[in-house]
């Protein structure tokens, strides 16, 4: 039971414009979210979280935004630069699961130059 | 992933023998987490510990698998009579505090084990 799924594999964009990366969840007792990236070879590097009491956080390029009543969370990339091509997992934990995370499938975004 | 440091980053086995895969948390942080990731997969949890104690292993193989972090030292994930199927990436993460909802903070994740067996 895939509780986490990224739908898309995989997504292109052009260097400067957005990058919109997508998540569903299924658990309703999920109640913090993280966003991480990844290089081969190498492991996830923490990007940007947000708890289920809010619906959007930003960080500098990242915006992470969460509708709870649709169990959908998107990242946001603006602008894209080519350093951005990675893997990005999505990453949920649950009330009752203490810091255990489920994470999704994972997206390999590529922005071209 | 300043400061999990993992080893060895990659290790090769003949199926049947033993792995044995170490993590040194971020100075400071007392919580361990493994996780695998499965070639085309996402990442699995396996087992959550603290010093001398684990905490969560509901994801871990039943037989085979053991994790410690002991009062000294790397927390050790140990694979024992390993499997084709064991061939994966396994990652180790640590933080200060429990995750959680309020407190902003995340887990820091290591730069991996890759574990061939053949």
């Known amino acids: 039971d895939q509780q986490v799924k990224q739908n898309s594999p995989s997504l292109s964009v052009q260097e400067g414009r957005i990058s919109i990366l997508n998540c569903d969840y299924t658990n309703s007792m999920f109640d913090y979210f993280l966003w991480y990236k990844k290089y081969p070879a190498e492991g996830p590097t923490f990007l940007i979280s947000i708890s289920s009491i809010k619906d959007k956080n930003e960080d500098g390029r990242f915006t992470v935004f969460l509708n709870k009543s649709a169990k959908h969370l998107s990242l946001h990339i603006v602008p894209s630069q080519p350093g951005d091509s990675a893997v990005y997992f999505c990453?949920?934990?649950?009330?009752?699961?203490?810091?255990?995370?489920?994470f999704g499938e994972g997206t390999q975004l590529t922005v071209n130059p | 992933n300043a400061g999990v440091m993992q080893n060895p980053r990659h290790l090769v086995r003949r199926r049947g023998q033993e792995a044995r895969l170490r993590c040194s948390p971020v100075?400071?942080?007392?919580?361990v987490y493994w996780y695998r990731q499965l070639p085309e997969e996402g990442l699995k949890f396996m087992v959550y510990?603290?010093?001398?104690?684990?905490?969560?292993e509901s994801g871990m193989p039943k037989e085979r698998f053991s994790a410690e972090f002991p009062k000294e030292g790397p927390s050790i994930l140990r694979i024992q009579q390993v499997v084709r199927g064991d061939s994966a990436a396994y990652f180790c993460?640590?933080?200060?505090?429990?995750?959680?909802?309020?407190?902003?903070?995340?887990?820091?994740f290591g730069e991996g084990s890759w574990l061939t067996v053949v």
């Open positions: 100075k400071g942080h007392s919580h």
């Open positions: 510990l603290q010093k001398e104690n684990i905490i969560d």
């Open positions: 993460a640590s933080s200060r505090v429990l995750l959680g909802q309020r407190s902003g903070n995340t887990i820091y």
């Open positions: 990453a949920a934990r649950g009330e009752t699961s203490g810091s255990r995370l489920t």
